[in-house]
């Protein structure tokens, strides 16, 4: 599970409340704002937003996919990918396309096809859930 802080979309102050919560991984995050009761709990405890959560939880989603590391999401976040609602609503030819630019951008070796197609498989069948 990635670090809490490999999140970009979390303000620092809101990275040390969820630190103070014992929220130190995405895993952790996931599981603690699992239903929207618990995100707003969460949320209530930290002093944000229900949808700072859900954007924070997006993210994370998106970070926790197989074979999703740090050079991957440098890879997405150059392709403005950066959480799992921006992967799902593109097209595949638009997804691969940007992968592509985004690799030729950053000097980056584009990741397997298999790992590509995989990766979008994965997003919808968690977006589904």
Not at 88 to 117: D, I, N, W
């Amino acid at each position: 599970m990635p670090p809490i802080d490999n999140l970009q979309r979390v303000p620092i102050y809101h990275l040390e409340a969820l630190e103070r919560q014992g929220i130190f991984t995405t895993g952790l995050l996931l599981e603690v704002s699992e239903t929207p009761t618990r995100r707003q709990y969460l949320a209530d405890q930290i002093s944000a937003t229900v949808n700072d959560v859900n954007d924070w939880r997006d993210e994370a989603l998106l970070l926790n996919l197989a074979n999703f590391g740090p050079a991957e999401q440098q890879l997405f976040t150059q392709a403005g990918i950066v959480g799992l609602t921006d992967l799902v609503s593109l097209e595949e030819s638009e997804y691969h396309q940007r992968l592509e630019r985004a690799a030729r951008a950053l000097g980056a070796e584009m990741p397997p096809k298999l790992t590509v197609e995989g990766w979008m498989e994965q997003a919808h069948t968690l977006a589904e859930e």
